[in-house]
């Protein structure tokens, strides 16, 4: 059989990519395991069609009482009107997670803050009573959402130990407020608030405020929030940037509160993988 000089460079070809492509399907099919692997660990809180897995709290209301439809699930989004403040709480406690959520700002802000910057929040490590935060929220460990300050830690708690932070700060407070610097004196507060580091020190409380550093995106468009928290640390990171760190973090487990605080806000996504 005559064997032409086309055939044997078309086999000594094969022969080199053979592995190649052998180890190519192996790292896809791993890869695809992995996803899968991970998909399966993750709970999504949200389940794009109800609130099943929550329950509502609105001051002066009490639970699961929402006569002007504050907390409602349309079109996979949940939509907080902001109307009333309360919260929607986890009837389940969390710890060691990686909490993954995607908001953005709706429509008009609420009195008594309708000229305000929008706001709201993600409370974890929530426990305790409902409402016993100002007749509103479970004692917390905030993560700020507002406009300018997304990313800040606010203590909700009973201003005792068993309540706390402690971060990296800069030497200078904005007003009385730490402010998180990476390599920073470690500081503790059992009230008040950490801003996240590039919170403008010209910030106002009034709607649309942007700061030259914001890591939010324009009021309409999506972000998405991340909360690591993994034993007594907390990490934040917004829009995959990393905007605060807190350690020491008391109390380390709890429910998870989403605010219902006179602006509206959406939810598209809310994830929790354990760690």
């Known amino acids: 059989?005559?064997?032409?000089?086309?055939?044997?460079?078309?086999?000594?070809?094969?022969?080199?990519l053979l592995p190649i492509l052998l180890a190519s399907c192996g790292s896809s099919t791993?890869?695809?395991?992995?996803?899968a692997e991970e998909d399966s660990e993750?709970?999504?809180?949200?389940n794009g069609e109800n609130l099943d897995g929550w329950y509502t709290f609105l001051k002066d209301r009490g639970r699961d009482n929402d006569p002007k439809s504050v907390f409602t699930v349309e079109?996979?989004?949940?939509?907080?009107?902001?109307?009333?403040?309360g919260c929607i709480t986890t009837d389940e406690e969390y710890e060691n997670y990686h909490l993954t959520t995607e908001f953005k700002w709706g429509?008009?802000?609420?009195?008594?803050?309708?000229?305000?910057?929008r706001d709201c929040g993600i409370l974890v490590h929530s426990i305790g009573e409902d409402g016993a935060y100002n007749g509103t929220w479970m004692?917390?460990?905030?993560?700020q959402i507002i406009e300018g300050g997304t990313g800040?830690?606010?203590?909700?708690?009973?201003?005792?130990?068993?309540?706390?932070?402690?971060?990296?700060?800069?030497?200078?407070?904005?007003g009385t407020s730490f402010v998180f610097q990476e390599g920073g004196e470690m500081k503790t507060r059992n009230s008040g608030r950490v801003n996240w580091w590039g919170r403008s020190p010209e910030w106002k409380d009034t709607i649309d405020f942007r700061g030259p550093d914001d890591v939010e995106k324009p009021v309409g468009e999506w972000n998405t929030l991340e909360v690591i928290a993994e034993g007594d640390t907390i990490v934040v990171i917004l829009n995959g940037v990393v905007v605060n760190k807190a350690f020491n973090v008391s109390p380390?487990?709890?429910?998870?509160?989403?605010?219902?605080?006179?602006?509206?806000i959406h939810f598209r996504k809310i994830d929790l993988k354990p760690l």
Not at 1 to 16: A, D, F, R, V
Not at 78 to 84: D, L
Not at 139 to 143: A, D, N, P, Q, T
Not at 252 to 264: D, L, M, N, V
């Open 107 to 117: 429509g008009p802000a609420h009195a008594p803050r309708e000229d305000k910057a």
């Open 139 to 143: 004692l917390s460990i905030e993560v």
């Open 75 to 85: 079109d996979g989004i949940i939509k907080i009107t902001g109307e009333e403040w």
């Open 1 to 16: 059989m005559k064997i032409s000089m086309t055939s044997i460079k078309y086999w000594s070809t094969l022969c080199l």
């Open 30 to 35: 791993s890869s695809t395991t992995e996803t």
């Open 42 to 46: 993750t709970i999504k809180l949200f």
């Open 152 to 174: 800040d830690f606010i203590v909700v708690g009973d201003k005792t130990d068993k309540f706390s932070v402690t971060s990296p700060s800069a030497d200078e407070l904005q």
């Open 252 to 264: 380390s487990k709890g429910r998870i509160q989403i605010q219902s605080e006179a602006a509206e």
